[in-house]
């Protein structure tokens, strides 16, 4: 956007223009989440409409279209500590002198960068130029004091998909908050109401997992090395019907929440019980699967995380966690988040979850989560093996495993050292889950239904490979 003043017939749309001769109108995937970051200076200001700092302008300016996007959400986070790149895939906004190096154009006010793949917004990123005098207000432009408000509403138009009428060919004579020139108008008119809408106006229904007495949600995070050392999620699926599941590999997305070594670009693959490859996936949002996903409300916040739908007979399976890599990108490392969500749409269920990865210290221990469901207590099991993978020749194991249960809100449960010391240890024995070494950890709890997450480290400090399982006692 640059500074001046203009005025009438329609919104324009921004295209991908990979192939010139067949450009694609662009748009998010239909029901998809939006995360910006918001990396707009921590610094609380007085600013004109009362907002205390540029990061809660932003927000307000991002709610500013939410209620007229039907099948898209904007979130966002204030403060990220996320760094502001290109080609992270995440969607920052962020003051600068520079565009990522390059100049603003003149009077340029603000630039928001698009990254795109077949017609799907992947990335954007949002430089608000520092040169410019920002403040935050309503009613009439008073330059050389920008307002901060509609500028933002108008760029973030831009990461919706919204083009300048003013620029455009032929030129469209609309009041608009997407003309290229910053005026009077503070925020969105019809024009830019009516393009929002005839992109995000329809789409996918959205679902939801129907809550039940049964283990919902079950996740491992851990970090994913290369070779044998990369993240592997079991599970097992129980019943007589097939039963539908959204498994996903989170990864980079993990840096919006403070994990600063997050693996950068996961991949996923899913295999049976005879090693049989069922389903993979590198980039979740160039997949066919991409809306149904997110209208579950499930679309990973970055969009070359790895995500699967897929309907499973009953079985036991396993999943891959594990860095991209191709001739020209090497694998790496990080931290990353495997998730197990039983759609529920039949009476079979997943009724266990185990992951094998890479205890560290810090940030880099293995977690499990999950919810208990439905309105009563249950029992599960939960287990922290380590010396006795070497009878499956897995090397480095840890030599002894320390477990924590949380509650939500973060508050200690139980903790476990040595399984033979629970007070539950004649529970663990009965369900025949009893762990092959001693100085393994277990626990039974019966838990209130709500969310859990299951640590586990190297008692003193040690580190190496560990196996973190949790089972519903009675499915
Ligand atoms: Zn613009």
């Given at each position: 956007?640059?500074?001046?003043?203009?005025?009438?017939?329609?919104?324009?749309?921004?295209?991908?223009t990979t192939?010139?001769?067949?450009p694609?109108?662009?748009?998010?995937v239909?029901?998809?989440?939006?995360?910006?970051?918001?990396?707009?200076?921590?610094?609380?200001?007085?600013?004109q409409?009362g907002?205390?700092s540029?990061?809660d302008s932003?927000a307000?300016?991002?709610?500013?279209?939410?209620?007229?996007?039907?099948?898209l959400?904007?979130?966002?986070?204030?403060?990220?500590?996320?760094?502001?790149?290109?080609?992270d895939?995440?969607m920052?906004?962020f003051?600068?002198?520079?565009?990522?190096?390059m100049?603003?154009?003149?009077?340029?006010?603000?630039?928001?960068?698009?990254n795109?793949?077949?017609?799907?917004?992947e990335?954007?990123?949002?430089?608000?130029?520092?040169?410019?005098?920002?403040?935050?207000?309503?009613?009439?432009?008073?330059?050389?004091?920008?307002?901060?408000?509609?500028?933002a509403i108008?760029?973030?138009g831009?990461?919706l998909?919204l083009?300048?009428?003013?620029?455009a060919?032929?030129?469209?004579?609309?009041?608009a908050?997407?003309?290229?020139r910053t005026?009077?108008l503070?925020?969105?008119?019809?024009?830019?109401?009516?393009?929002?809408?005839?992109?995000y106006?329809?789409?996918p229904?959205?679902?939801?997992?129907?809550?039940g007495?049964?283990?919902?949600?079950?996740?491992t995070?851990?970090?994913?090395?290369?070779?044998?050392?990369?993240?592997i999620?079991?599970?097992?699926?129980?019943?007589?019907?097939p039963?539908?599941f959204i498994?996903?590999?989170?990864?980079?997305?993990?840096?919006?929440?403070?994990?600063?070594?997050a693996?950068?670009?996961?991949?996923?693959?899913?295999?049976?019980?005879?090693?049989?490859?069922?389903?993979?996936?590198?980039?979740?949002?160039?997949?066919?699967?991409?809306?149904?996903?997110?209208?579950y409300?499930?679309d990973?916040?970055n969009s070359?995380?790895?995500?699967?739908?897929?309907?499973l007979?009953?079985?036991?399976?396993?999943?891959i966690?594990?860095s991209?890599s191709?001739?020209?990108?090497?694998?790496?490392t990080?931290?990353?988040l495997f998730?197990?969500?039983?759609l529920r749409?039949?009476?079979?269920r997943?009724?266990?979850v185990?992951t094998?990865?890479?205890?560290g210290?810090?940030?880099?221990i293995?977690?499990?989560?999950?919810?208990?469901?439905g309105?009563?207590?249950?029992r599960?099991?939960?287990?922290?093996?380590?010396?006795?993978?070497?009878?499956?020749?897995?090397?480095?194991?840890l030599?002894?495993?320390?477990?924590?249960?949380?509650?939500?809100?973060?508050?200690?449960?139980?903790?476990n050292?040595?399984?033979?010391q629970?007070?539950?240890?004649?529970?663990?024995?009965a369900?025949?889950?009893?762990?092959?070494?001693p100085?393994?950890s277990?626990?039974?709890?019966?838990?209130?239904?709500?969310?859990y997450?299951?640590?586990v480290?190297?008692?003193?400090?040690?580190?190496?490979t560990?196996?973190?399982e949790?089972?519903?006692?009675?499915?």
């Open positions: 956007m640059v500074a001046a003043v203009s005025t009438s017939s329609g919104y324009v749309r921004e295209f991908d192939n010139p001769n067949a694609i109108p662009l748009a998010w239909k029901d998809r989440t939006v995360q910006i970051q918001l990396s707009l200076g921590n610094n609380q200001v007085m600013l409409d907002f205390t540029f990061n932003a307000d300016a991002l709610n500013t279209w939410n209620p007229y996007l039907a099948h959400h904007y979130s966002w986070i204030k403060n990220s500590p996320v760094t502001p790149a290109q080609g895939d995440e920052s906004a003051f600068d002198t520079k565009v990522f190096g100049n603003f154009g003149t009077d340029a006010l603000a630039v928001t960068l698009l795109y793949r077949n017609g799907n917004m990335e954007t990123d949002t430089v608000f130029n520092k040169a410019v005098s920002w403040d935050s207000y309503r009613g009439p432009l008073t330059p050389p004091v920008f307002d901060f408000h509609r500028v108008h760029e973030f831009h990461v998909g083009d300048h009428p003013d620029q060919t032929p030129k469209q004579n609309v009041v908050i997407m003309n290229s005026g009077d503070d925020t969105v008119a019809q024009d830019d109401i009516d393009g929002v809408t005839a992109i106006g329809t789409g229904a959205y679902n939801s997992i129907p809550n007495p049964v283990l919902m949600n079950l996740s995070r851990g970090t994913t090395n290369t070779g044998d050392n990369v993240l999620g079991g599970f097992a699926i129980q019943g007589s019907q039963a539908q498994i996903r590999a989170i990864a980079f997305s993990l840096s919006a929440s403070g994990i600063a070594d693996l950068a670009d996961s991949a996923i693959e899913l295999y049976d019980v005879n090693r049989n490859l069922v389903a993979s996936d590198d980039d979740w949002f160039v997949s066919n699967d991409a809306p149904t996903i997110a209208s409300h499930l990973p916040p070359i995380e790895a995500a699967l739908i897929v309907t007979n009953p079985g036991n399976y396993t999943a966690v594990k991209f191709s001739s020209t990108q090497p694998a790496t990080g931290v990353a998730e197990l969500y039983d749409t039949s009476k079979s997943a009724i266990n185990s094998r990865g890479q205890v210290t810090g940030n880099d293995m977690i499990g989560g999950f919810v208990i469901g309105s009563t207590g249950k599960v099991v939960i287990r922290a093996i380590g010396p006795s993978l070497s009878q499956s020749n897995v090397p480095n194991p030599s002894d495993p320390y477990l924590e249960l949380r509650d939500s809100s973060g508050n200690l449960v139980e903790a050292d040595d399984w033979q629970s007070p539950e240890a004649t529970t663990i024995i369900d025949q889950l009893a762990p092959a070494s100085k393994e277990a626990m039974a709890p019966i838990l209130a239904p709500g969310g997450t299951a640590l480290s190297g008692a003193r400090g040690t580190t190496g560990a196996l973190v949790i089972y519903d006692e009675s499915p």
